[in-house]
């Protein structure tokens, strides 16, 4: 094992997410040994256990309850006064890992100054890649995403998740995906984190246009993180509305930008 100096903290934001949250707790700790490493969770109200559990089975990681929710992003950014890293990761609570991706992001990040953000490569648990927008979000990109066969991706969903180009070696993209994204920690809060406008979906979209500004983005095959996504936004129509919301803001934002 290859042990770095850097640090790196991580952050969750769970609501009541004890179906998956074993999973990612334990996999994170166990083999997260190269590099150190502190793991915080901020929960936004959950009511099924979730915070009972996580104090109880996992007295290492710090459990920060805000008392709201005010969605994704306003959840990760509490933790930003309180960062001492030289990395910092945010992760999802429905994530999973099979070998220590966390010290090989930081080793690679170290190789390479000019980077801000590091994407890894993101897979379903049985092992199939995931079908994920790499470029900046268009119409045309979202109603391919929204219509996805994943048998057979339209022209505009390989477009937008690359997929006619190499993607074998570390390639700058323009979009990363929210479920796991590893951060040069001073330019997290020099950015003052997520836009809070966001309660959930395009938050990542948004961040990824902001660093961009600053540092480069750059996509990591050799780390693989395993995601459930469940694309519930197809399943709840509130849900569903929340996103429609998000895209108008995110459009509305960066409109001629």
């Known amino acids: ?17 004890m179906s998956s949250i074993d999973e990612t707790l334990s996999t994170l700790l166990e083999h997260t040994k190269g590099v150190p490493f502190k793991l915080t969770v901020v929960d936004n109200l959950s009511t099924d256990g979730t915070v009972e559990h996580i104090k ?10 805000p008392g709201t929710n005010n969605g994704f992003g306003s959840g990760h950014n509490i933790v930003i006064p309180a960062l001492d890293s030289k ?25 390479h100054p000019e980077i801000g953000l590091l994407s890894p490569k993101i897979c379903f648990p049985d092992g199939r890649s995931q079908i994920l927008g790499k470029r900046t979000p268009k119409i045309k990109y979202l109603v391919a995403s929204r219509m996805r066969d994943e ?5 505009a969903l390989r477009e937008y998740a690359m997929l006619d180009e190499d993607l074998s070696k570390p390639c700058e993209i323009e979009n990363a995906t929210g479920c796991f994204m590893m951060f040069r920690t001073d330019l997290f809060r020099e950015i003052g984190g997520f836009d809070e406008r966001y309660f959930m979906y395009f938050e990542d ?12 983005l750059i996509f990591y095959p050799d780390a693989t993180i395993y995601h459930v996504w469940g694309r ?21 934002k960066w409109l001629g930008k």
């Open 1 to 17: 094992m290859v042990f770095i100096n850097s640090s790196v903290t991580g952050c969750i934001v769970t609501h009541n997410n």
């Open 56 to 65: 109880k089975n996992y007295p290492q990681v710090e459990v920060i309850e």
């Open 87 to 111: 990395y910092h990761c945010v992760i999802n609570p429905d994530i999973s890992i099979s070998d220590d991706v966390i010290t090989k992001m930081a080793a690679y990040m170290d190789e």
């Open 151 to 155: 048998s057979s991706p339209s022209a």
């Open 205 to 216: 979209c948004d961040i990824s246009r902001t660093v961009r500004q600053r540092a480069k």
């Open 232 to 252: 519930e936004s197809k399943k709840n129509f509130k849900l569903m509305l929340v996103q429609i919301s998000s895209m108008i803001k995110f459009f509305t």
